[in-house]
């Protein structure tokens, strides 16, 4: 995606932070990614896949529609 952000936001990082003690390197070792990719996904720099959103709301304890929103205000009906 070059560092364009998505249309995808997310609240990982409030989430994180406020409900855990979870480190971006220790939520990526028990998601299966890398810190990289959960920077990126914070940022909003980066849309992940629908497994991984799944594994991050399993490992925060938090739904996907929680975690992830998506501005659809742009489609065509």
């Known amino acids: 995606m070059g560092g364009k952000k998505t249309k995808i936001t997310n609240h990982i990082k409030r ?39 799944f594994r991050i709301g399993y490992v925060l304890g938090e739904p996907i529609e929680e975690l992830f929103t998506f501005d659809a205000s742009d489609m065509e009906e």
């Open 15 to 53: 989430i994180r932070l406020a409900r855990t003690d979870l480190t971006q390197v220790e939520l990526a070792r028990r998601v299966g990614a890398t810190r990289q990719t959960i920077i990126s996904i914070e940022a909003e720099k980066y849309a992940p896949s629908l497994e991984l959103a």
